[in-house]
Every structure is written in C-alpha cells, then in structure tokens.
C-alpha cells in the first residue's frame, strides 16, 4: 500500500534524526521535562494527586509539545529548500504527495519513540497503586494523535520558508492557537468579533479539548476524525505550498 | 533520446526560458552555453520535472515529463546546480539511499555502489561524512549520485563550476568516459569546457536559444578562432573585429 520509495525515505529521515545533536537534545529535554514536571512536588503533580494514575504526566504533554514539535518539524522542507537538496529528492521518483507524507510518518514514529521511553512510568504507577490500564493507553494514543496533528501543523510551516527559526516560531503560535482555541480568554475574544457559530465551530477545533476527552478515558469517533482531519488538511497544504514554492 | 520541445517558463511576467527546443541522441554530449541568468538551469529543472514548464514539453526516452514525469525521471540522472547533497549521511551510506529510492535491487545494490565508488574514485572516503570532504569530492559525489542507477540521459549543471584545474580536469575525463553510452546534456559558461568535451553545442541568451551547432563551426566564426569572441557576439550583440556570426 506505502510504496517503496516511501518507505525509503521513511527511513532516511528517521535515521537522519540520530545524525545530528537535536535528536538526542530533543529526547533527553522530553524525558527529563516531563519526568521532573510529573514528578515535582508542586500543585496538581504526581504526588500532590496522591492517587496511582498518569493524569499528571498527562496534562503536561501538550506543553511540552507546545515547544519541542516545532524543533522536531522546523527542519522538514526549510533544510532542504535552503540547501538546496529538494531538487535532488524530487527529481527521484517520488512524488510530492508520497514525500510529504514519508517525511511526516518518519517526524511522528520520532515522537512515538519518545513516548516509547516514557513508558517506565506505566512500572512506577503501577508499582504504587492499581492504576487503570485502559485510560492510560488512552492517554498515550491520545498523545501521539496530538502529536500527529502538530507535526503535520509544523511541516507545512517548515514548507513555508527556508529559515528554520523562522518556520519554530510560526509553528509554535499556530500551535498554541490551536491547542488553545477552546480555552475561555480566546473564545471571549472570538465571540466580541464573530457569531456564535464561529465560536462554537473554534471551539470543536481546539485540540486540547479532543485530548482531553481522549485522555481522561471518554474516546470517541469524532475525535479520532478530529486529528485525522487536522492531519489531512494540514500535509494537504503542504503539498499545495511545495508544488507552488520548491523552486525558490 | 533527449527532445526538448518548445519548452518555455515564466516567473510571474518574466520570461526566464522562451520556447527553447534542441534534440540529443546517445553517445552525444551536448553543451548548453549561456551567460548567468541565460535559462540554463531553469530549463534544466524543466527536463528533470523539477520545474513545471509554462508551456511546452521534454521528453525523455520516450517518456513526456509532462503526462510521464515518474517515468521520465526514472531515466534521468542528474547533477543540479552547487551540486546539493545530504550533508550529514556518508558518502556510501548516502549512495545506497540513492540507489533504494531508483528501485535498484537489493541484491545487485551493494556491487552497483562499489562500481561507482571505483568510477568516481571515491573509495578514500566511502566512510567519510559528506560535509567534511572537500569541493572536488563532494562534486564527484553528486556526479555519483547521477550514476547509481545507469540512467540513459544525464543533465549536468554546471558541474566543474568552483572546481580547482585538476579536479576539473577529472570531473571531464570521467564525463567523457561516459560519453559513449549515454546522452549527456551539460551546462557551462567555460567555453575551454565546451571543446575539450561537447560534441556539439547550444547557446541561449535571456531565454532564448541563439545558436546551435558544433564547437568548430562555432570557433570558425572568429578570424582568429577566438570561441570567446563568438560568444560574445552571439550573446551581447556587440560587434568584435573579425568575428562573424
Ligand atoms: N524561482 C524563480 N523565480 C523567479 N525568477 C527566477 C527563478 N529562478 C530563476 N529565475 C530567473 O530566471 C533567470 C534564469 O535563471 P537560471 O535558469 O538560473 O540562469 P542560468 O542557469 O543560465 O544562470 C534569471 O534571471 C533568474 O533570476
Ligand atoms: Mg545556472
């Protein structure tokens, strides 16, 4: 179904995160980040909750997204248009459709590694308690879709421009719109402008809100559509962006 | 094997490329001459499917790179301009990611590599990082690139451009080692260049394609065989004494 060259690719680009310092910086920044928010002993963490769930772990993994997607995502497309080394890829056979989406499966599987290394703290929960495995996958699965739809978000702003701290930057505001557009002070904001049904219609969009109904043990359809959908529209206008901008 | 026909493009209201055709068989090496900014690389980047041309056609071997570009592409090898790579696989490890992504088979994979290792006389640094060789090698790099997967037609942008005299002098010994089984389409502003190796030779200017024809009948057209002088001519306009075009 994935054809060959795809796959290829996949590979390359996965491999190529473990050439360079950023991947390494990436997952040791992750893991210590998420472990000491979890695990400091602060308001709403680990052991202020007092009860053996990952809910902790679970709240901050939008945040730390928030800032180490768009490093993962920035250099995508800006790398390889400033280099100059897209007029290498896409003169193989490869279209641009089946390189968008190597590129973008090859930044997830990255972060579902990361997430893979998280996985100690499944032991430690359930070491100290009887947690609910059900919610806990569903906290991870719901984490990686997140995952997805800010990746796919990043890629097309790593299309967008050749400069890498520029496409962090865009990715990061985009980001933080979309995992905030459901949050009061923004919907405020949008209702003194707009009617009611826009409102409604931002708030269905904000991702935050399909995670959290994920992750707190309540999956539906729609939200598996939700991030499916976001993940669509998102590579399909980097593809759109490529075939208009590759050449300058 | 190579025929470019009417191929035209533009950016916006500026026309880079204007209804340039030329035909190239095997065993051919067709010199494409310009001044900077003349259209070479961007009608390059149209026969390669890079570009989408504005209007007009290339085909490769059969293939239309408009309605065909997988096909076409597929018998294209191609050096593009300062000759780009990925900069942080090695030399070999990169060569076999080229060779995975033009289908090669994985069991005739690894003696391919090594025979354009031998080739492109990069066995020294097979297990080197590409961004730590220098020019020259890098530059055979790309020519490797090219190669992996025996393409019938090769497009090469100026790719003895930065290149010291001896590693120029290799880059075209190699390339005329080619000549004879493929069709070769090569782009440069050395005019040295285009008698030491092309067979014949196009020349445009602002897009246009201002002469065609072989590197002597291009030298004859000056009293005293100054290429450079006809060049000029051909390119500016301007008269030279002796020189007719
Ligand atoms: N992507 C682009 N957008 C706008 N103009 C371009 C683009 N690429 C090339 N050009 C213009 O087209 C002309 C031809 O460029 P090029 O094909 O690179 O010339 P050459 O390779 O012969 O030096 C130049 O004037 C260049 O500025
Ligand atoms: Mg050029």
New binding site residues.
């Given amino acids: 179904m994935i054809a060959q060259v795809t796959k290829e690719l996949m590979i390359k680009e996965i491999k190529s995160y473990f050439k360079t310092p950023l991947g390494y910086v990436f997952l040791v920044i992750f893991l210590f980040g998420i472990g000491y928010l979890t695990f400091e002993p602060g308001r709403g963490s680990f052991f202020y909750m007092r009860e053996a769930s990952m809910s902790a772990f679970f709240r901050y993994i939008p945040w730390m997204f928030l800032f180490l997607i768009p490093a993962v995502s920035m250099k995508l497309w800006a790398e390889e248009r400033k280099s100059g080394s897209i007029e290498l890829l896409l003169t193989m056979p490869i279209t641009v459709r089946q390189a968008v989406v190597a590129k973008f499966l090859a930044s997830w599987a990255f972060i579902g590694l990361a997430l893979l290394g998280t996985t100690p703290m499944i032991f430690t929960v359930s070491y100290l308690g009887n947690p609910d495995f059900g919610v806990i996958i569903l906290g991870y699965l719901a984490s990686f879709l997140m995952a997805g739809a800010l990746l796919a978000v990043g890629g097309f702003f790593s299309a967008l421009t050749k400069n890498q701290v520029v496409s962090f930057i865009l990715t990061v505001v985009a980001c933080f719109i979309l995992i905030m557009a459901g949050s009061p002070p923004i919907l405020e904001f949008i209702s003194a402008l707009l009617p009611k049904y826009f409102v409604d219609l931002f708030e269905s969009l904000s991702v935050l809100n399909h995670f959290d109904s994920i992750e707190r043990g309540v999956f539906s359809l729609s939200n598996l559509w939700f991030f499916a959908v976001t993940i669509f529209f998102w590579l399909f206008g980097s593809i759109i962006l490529l075939n208009e901008n590759k050449?300058? | 094997m190579l025929e470019v026909k009417d191929i035209s493009k533009k950016?916006?209201d500026?026309q880079?490329v204007d209804s340039v055709s030329f035909k190239a068989e095997k065993g051919e090496v067709l010199g494409f001459l310009?001044p900077?900014?003349?259209?070479?690389?961007?009608?390059m980047k149209m026969i390669t499917g890079f570009l989408n041309s504005s209007s007009g056609d290339a085909i490769v071997c059969g293939a239309s790179v408009n309605d065909n570009p997988l096909e076409a592409q597929a018998s294209i090898g191609y050096v593009p301009?300062n000759a780009p790579l990925y900069e942080e696989m090695y030399v070999r490890e990169f060569l076999e990611f080229i060779g995975k992504m033009r289908s090669l088979e994985a069991s005739k994979l690894d003696s391919r590599i090594d025979e354009i290792i031998k080739m492109c006389s990069l066995k020294e640094v097979e297990f080197q990082k590409i961004e730590t060789l220098s020019k020259g090698y890098k530059r055979r790099v790309s020519l490797a690139q090219s190669l992996v997967h025996d393409p019938q037609v090769l497009i090469l942008d100026e790719p003895t451009d930065g290149l010291d005299p001896n590693q120029k002098h290799d880059v075209r010994r190699l390339i005329k080692n080619l000549a004879k089984e493929k069709c070769i389409l090569i782009?440069t502003h050395i005019l040295e260049e285009v008698e030491e190796v092309c067979d014949r030779c196009i020349i445009i200017g602002e897009?246009k394609k201002l002469f065609e024809g072989t590197p002597k009948e291009l030298k004859e057209k000056s009293e005293k065989g100054r290429i450079q002088d006809v060049f000029r001519v051909i390119t500016t306009g301007q008269q030279v004494q002796g020189v007719a075009v």
């Fill in positions: 050449a300058n | 950016f916006g500026f880079a310009g900077n900014g003349a259209g070479k690389s961007t009608t301009e782009s897009g």
